[in-house]
């Protein structure tokens, strides 16, 4: 029986409302910290790397309990539930700091409300993917399915890109008043627009959870967290894209953590808050267009696997460019919509291929192992996305603490409300545009050699193990 209209469309807002918060968290959680509340850029990097090796532990474990969940709704959707409910709520509280903490308070309640904030997330996120080979058929079902749910979610990402900072400032000037200041309004407004995204969250996994349901009702073969950890190593090809995944997206966080700063301290000039948002409009733009449109015209002429290098490709060309206009006199935005067109149209086609892979590598680990285990290899894609936002996170904070690049006091208010880039170094501008472009393009390149040397689930090799399977049944 083929999914349903109502379903797919329930599944692809789960996915925008997922991929709204995780961007929300990825892309601004160091900015809100760092430099609007004055935690320092190392305390961050450290508690952001921090989380993600506690993660290490809690998304296998997540992983082993959401294949041992046995209820009336299946497997999924309780903890799909649970998880949203709890994450939306500590996503309130990460950027709702008390005013009146600072110094170790607030080191510590950042360190606290971004753990608490993983974990609940990994709640939610692991039985979402897992969902895929549950109610699927395979092949061309699950591909399409795949590839509007990663459409869908960098659709959620491509929203908050858009319209954070447009809504921020306006939300601070709402609720903190016009004589607040910039940075407080800014403050204040985070904290009423995460609300906003917390509260869509929740409503698009209710759907979720009404209009989706499992086809699958055969038992799950249950396993330690010591078996588990040994099936993914006996899963070469789960493991082989989890490790690219992890690289590409360290590349992409890298950049997406320092652009903002890039447009404050670097680009500068007046109004560049108007410019960051037209880059992100643009890029966010492009994004979607080319899960939409790019990656389905390719895919017509290309195996997934070629759009796939082709893809890495255009990332690093882009880079390459962005890296050259840099260093040139930029007077206009428009400008970094060539490299900005090539990075996002790259990455928006690599979410979906990477986690068509990725569910491909079920298939393989049951043909091989004997066993289907969805929950224990899409937990480790939770784990290494989110291990690659705190790698990125802790290789931007270093650069930001080298480049001593955080809103200060030594410049006069008035200056700053017309250029927030007086008193960079040129040699600290330098190294930000070095650290959000070269070694993106190093990650690529790493990931890039990985894979070729070690994946083998092409089209005809999918297929072929499908046929196994089936004459198994």
């Given at each position: 029986?083929?999914?349903?209209?109502?379903?797919?469309?329930?599944?692809?807002?789960?996915?925008?409302?997922?991929?709204?918060?995780?961007?929300?968290?990825?892309?601004?959680?160091?900015?809100?910290?760092?430099?609007?509340?004055?935690?320092?850029?190392?305390?961050?990097?450290?508690?952001?790397?921090?989380?993600?090796?506690?993660?290490?532990?809690?998304?296998?474990?997540?992983?082993?309990?959401?294949?041992?969940?046995?209820?009336?709704?299946?497997?999924?959707?309780?903890?799909?539930?649970?998880?949203?409910?709890?994450?939306?709520?500590?996503?309130?509280?990460?950027?709702?700091?008390?005013?009146?903490?600072?110094?170790?308070?607030?080191?510590?309640?950042?360190?606290?409300?971004?753990?608490?904030?993983?974990?609940?997330?990994?709640?939610?996120?692991?039985?979402?993917?897992?969902?895929?080979?549950?109610?699927?058929?395979?092949?061309?079902?699950?591909?399409?399915?795949?590839?509007?749910?990663?459409?869908?979610?960098?659709?959620?990402?491509?929203?908050?890109?858009?319209?954070?900072?447009?809504?921020?400032p306006k939300l601070g000037a709402m609720f903190a008043g016009e004589n607040a200041g910039?940075?407080?309004?800014?403050?204040?407004?985070?904290?009423?627009?995460?609300?906003?995204?917390?509260?869509?969250?929740?409503?698009?996994?209710?759907?979720?959870?009404?209009?989706?349901?499992?086809?699958?009702?055969?038992?799950?073969?249950?396993?330690?967290?010591?078996?588990?950890?040994?099936?993914?190593?006996?899963?070469?090809?789960?493991?082989?894209?989890?490790?690219?995944?992890?690289?590409?997206?360290?590349?992409?966080?890298?950049?997406?953590?320092?652009?903002?700063?890039?447009?404050?301290?670097?680009?500068?000039?007046?109004?560049?808050?108007?410019?960051?948002?037209?880059?992100?409009?643009?890029?966010?733009?492009?994004?979607?267009?080319?899960?939409?449109?790019?990656?389905?015209?390719?895919?017509?002429?290309?195996?997934?696997?070629?759009?796939?290098?082709?893809?890495?490709?255009?990332?690093?060309?882009?880079?390459?460019?962005?890296?050259?206009?840099?260093?040139?006199?930029?007077?206009?935005?428009?400008?970094?919509?060539?490299?900005?067109?090539?990075?996002?149209?790259?990455?928006?086609?690599?979410?979906?291929?990477?986690?068509?892979?990725?569910?491909?590598?079920?298939?393989?680990?049951?043909?091989k192992n004997g066993r289907r285990d969805e929950s224990v290899i899409f937990s480790m894609?939770?784990?290494?996305?989110?291990?690659?936002?705190?790698?990125?996170?802790?290789?931007?904070?270093?650069?930001?603490?080298?480049?001593?690049?955080?809103?200060?006091?030594?410049?006069?208010?008035?200056?700053?409300?017309?250029?927030?880039?007086?008193?960079?170094?040129?040699?600290?501008?330098?190294?930000?545009?070095?650290?959000?472009?070269?070694?993106?393009?190093?990650?690529?390149?790493?990931?890039?050699?990985?894979?070729?040397?070690?994946?083998?689930?092409?089209?005809?090799?999918?297929?072929?193990?499908?046929?196994?399977?089936?004459?198994?049944?």
């Open positions: 029986m083929k999914l349903s209209g109502k379903a797919k469309l329930s599944y692809a807002l789960g996915a925008v409302g997922k991929d709204m918060v995780y961007m929300l968290s990825a892309s601004y959680v160091l900015y809100y910290f760092q430099d609007l509340l004055g935690v320092s850029a190392i305390a961050m990097g450290v508690i952001l790397m921090a989380a993600r090796v506690f993660d290490a532990f809690n998304d296998p474990i997540m992983g082993v309990i959401v294949a041992k969940t046995k209820t009336r709704w299946g497997k999924f959707r309780p903890w799909l539930l649970i998880g949203t409910l709890t994450n939306a709520a500590v996503l309130f509280l990460m950027f709702s700091a008390p005013p009146a903490m600072d110094g170790k308070g607030l080191i510590a309640y950042a360190a606290v409300t971004y753990i608490l904030w993983g974990v609940t997330y990994t709640m939610m996120d692991i039985p979402y993917w897992s969902m895929i080979p549950a109610f699927t058929e395979g092949g061309k079902e699950r591909e399409n399915l795949t590839t509007l749910a990663r459409t869908s979610a960098g659709v959620g990402s491509a929203i908050i890109t858009i319209v954070t900072m447009m809504l921020v910039a940075k407080m309004m800014e403050i204040v407004g985070f904290k009423w627009f995460a609300l906003i995204v917390a509260v869509l969250f929740i409503l698009f996994t209710v759907l979720t959870c009404v209009n989706v349901k499992e086809k699958s009702t055969a038992e799950m073969e249950t396993v330690s967290v010591g078996q588990m950890f040994k099936a993914l190593v006996q899963n070469d090809q789960a493991m082989t894209v989890t490790v690219t995944i992890v690289l590409i997206n360290c590349a992409i966080y890298i950049t997406s953590n320092l652009v903002i700063y890039f447009f404050k301290y670097d680009f500068g000039t007046t109004g560049w808050n108007n410019a960051y948002v037209l880059f992100n409009m643009f890029g966010g733009a492009i994004q979607v267009l080319s899960m939409m449109a790019f990656y389905p015209l390719l895919r017509k002429k290309f195996s997934s696997l070629q759009i796939f290098y082709i893809c890495l490709g255009m990332a690093m060309a882009g880079y390459a460019v962005l890296l050259l206009l840099a260093f040139t006199n930029m007077s206009s935005v428009y400008l970094l919509f060539i490299p900005g067109f090539f990075i996002f149209a790259a990455n928006g086609m690599l979410t979906v291929i990477t986690t068509v892979f990725l569910a491909n590598t079920v298939d393989y680990g049951q043909l894609q939770t784990f290494v996305v989110k291990l690659a936002s705190g790698v990125a996170a802790l290789v931007a904070s270093i650069c930001l603490s080298i480049n001593n690049l955080q809103a200060g006091t030594e410049v006069s208010e008035a200056d700053k409300l017309v250029d927030w880039s007086i008193g960079v170094s040129a040699a600290s501008k330098a190294g930000l545009r070095m650290t959000m472009t070269i070694i993106p393009v190093i990650g690529l390149f790493v990931a890039l050699l990985w894979f070729r040397k070690r994946f083998i689930l092409n089209d005809a090799k999918v297929e072929e193990i499908s046929r196994q399977l089936h004459a198994q049944d």
